[in-house]
């Protein structure tokens, strides 16, 4: 942990001065190791989406006259104001909330991820923390991202006070990717170890969260609209910050305040494609079967308003300005990253190949047609909505500079080993093996993969970085990739790998927006 949190004071580090490639400040910017500059790049993208300027940006309140905006709704406050969380990044948000509302706000009940308080306050992110009588209730819990009794606990205590309101009452939901480990109520008589074990299952099958969540929600009182509901007739904003692909308000923590439009036979679908329907604990079946006859139907939630406050979007926007600032020619690809990461490494690949041939000088490299044909072919067949590849290799035509191609997302992994690794960390390795397969011509590459919110799958680790002689360097010190990418045992490898050197260490950052993906190349 010591080694995970010493990084992260470096978030707060003063804004990058521009610098023009050419320039006299080009020295610097070329002079400043690339590795550095990738990882400096990540936390400084991280360090602009930290939850307490999104808060600052989606509320304010007139103190005179109680009136809380929420864009642009209104809300009157007079001592009736409510606070409920859940999620990676609620406990920044919860401070900024604190200290906007002041004592207009009653009470509190949040739900964050264990170790989170130590490490904000190791990182002297005093802000990220709520004053020492706070009125709101902290409960940590969901180790590894895995619903527990402590977070059962959690979950009990908020469902308690949003029962307890009354139409003068205001509820105040503050939502974060993670949010649905940090909120489990199993509908009775599922039990907590056996939604943790279907979780696991789909999860390690390769289930997207759309799925994945589609299943929480039917196990779920709280899920798929359940908190709204418990919170009826009290008015319910619920604040949300993405760490899903397009901002889907009824995936993000599973909707607790979003009403759910599956039914059972979008669950029993879901499970046969994992074959997970034949194996399923008797409680399951009881449970589905019983929302199957619900003679009520689907329940609405018009007394609520959801706000998406922050997503992987305004990061790369961030992330751009500070590569241009670098001195680098920036091109945000797409934040809606998905599928595959084999096939979304084998697109990265393809593109530092083509990106890399276009910025060499004539008489080096030269594009491939082939190339290039295989590059548009694997873009599609990645379906990513907001894709921005022709633009971006417009960019690099004329570039005559560095360039920085950026995106987020969250690419799948299905895993077939039982090594240790993340999903950041495992694109990084793969997209090294795609580099390292033939010359690259005179350009320098790097590739950078991390998790915004610092932690790649079980490891402490957020992500890696990965350059094409990787694979050879690896090969010299007895690491035989392949076999590390086919036990998805990439921490194990990155960790041995020159004493750990490719890997990013933030700690746990208070922020949730996906991942982010940089593709860096220089021309020598
Ligand atoms: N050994 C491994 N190698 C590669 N990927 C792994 C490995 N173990 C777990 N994963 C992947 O890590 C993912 C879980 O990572 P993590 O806990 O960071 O969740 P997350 O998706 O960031 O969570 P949230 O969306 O809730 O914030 C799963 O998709 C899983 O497939
Ligand atoms: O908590 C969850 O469900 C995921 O992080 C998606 O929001």
Redesign the pocket.
Known sequence: MAVALQVLPRLARAPLRPLLWGGPGARLASGMALAEQARMLFENTIGAVLPGPMMHRALSLDPSSGQLKVRDRSFQLRQNLYLVGF??AVLGMAAAAEELLGQHLVQGVISVPKGIRAAVECSGKQEMLLKPHSRVQVFEGAE??LPDRDSLRAALAIRQLAEELTADDLLLVLI??????LLPAPIPPVTLEEKQTLTKLL??R?AT?QELNTIRKALSQLKGGGLARAAYPAQVVSLILS??VGDPVEVI?SGPTVASIHNVQDCLHILNRYGLRAALPRSVKTVLARADSDPHGPHTCGHVLNVIIGSNALALAEARRQAEALGYRAVVLSAAMQGD?KSVATFYGLLARVAGAHLTPPGGAGVSVEEEEQLHEQAAALQLPDLQLKEALEVVKGAQSPICLLAGG?P????Q???????N??LALRVAVELGQRPLGPVDVLFLSG?T?G?????EAAGAWVMPELASQATAEGLDVATFLA?????TFFHRFQGGAHLLYTGLTGT?V??VHFLFLRPR
Not at 412 to 415: D, G, H
Not at 417 to 423: A, E, I
């Open positions: 999620g990676k590894d991202n974060s990717g993670g949010g649905s480990a999860a390690a390769g969260i760490d899903v923590a990461v969250e799948t992994v299905q895993l080993g039982s090594g240790k690794g993340g999903r960390q495992e998790g919110d932690r790649d799958g079980p490891t036990h998805n045992d990439t921490h949730n996906m991942d």
